[in-house]
Nanobody, 121 residues
Framework: QVQLVESGGGLVQPGGSLRLSCVAS????????MGWYRQAPGKQRELVIDFTSAGSKIYVDSVKGRFTVSRDSAKKTVYLQMNNLKPEDTAVYYC???????????????WGPGTQVTVSS
């Protein structure tokens, strides 16, 4: 079994920054692919950004230039750095342990419980 736990969420003012972490534990050697999703109240969960051996890919235009993803292999941790946060970034953020097929991310049923990010003054 693989467990994922997100952390780093919280309340931040517009223009602020947060760094979310997703730590993997259990039956996992390394994180080769991961997706960060978010779900705002009343909306469907959406894929925001992923990373694979080919690098990272952003799926939400509004976060381009503001969100980046990185990995610490030794710690089995993936980070989501979020800068210049906006109220519309308010959501529960989830990480998903994916599969890397030739540099393309494919989600799996392995999810973390999520961490709340609230951007408000």
């Amino acid at each position: 079994q693989v467990q994922l736990v997100e952390s780093g969420g919280g309340l931040v003012q517009p223009g602020g920054s947060l760094r979310l972490s997703c730590v993997a534990s259990g039956a996992i050697v390394s994180i080769n692919a991961m997706g960060w999703y978010r779900q705002a109240p009343g909306k469907q969960r959406e894929l925001v950004i992923d990373f694979t051996s080919a690098g990272s890919k952003i799926y939400v235009d509004s976060v381009k230039g503001r969100f980046t993803v990185s990995r610490d292999s030794a710690k089995k941790t993936v980070y989501l750095q979020m800068n210049n946060l906006k109220p519309e970034d308010t959501a529960v953020y989830y990480c998903n342990l994916g599969t890397d097929y030739s540099g393309t991310y494919y989600p799996t049923p392995r999810w973390g419980p999520g961490t709340q990010v609230t951007v408000s003054s």
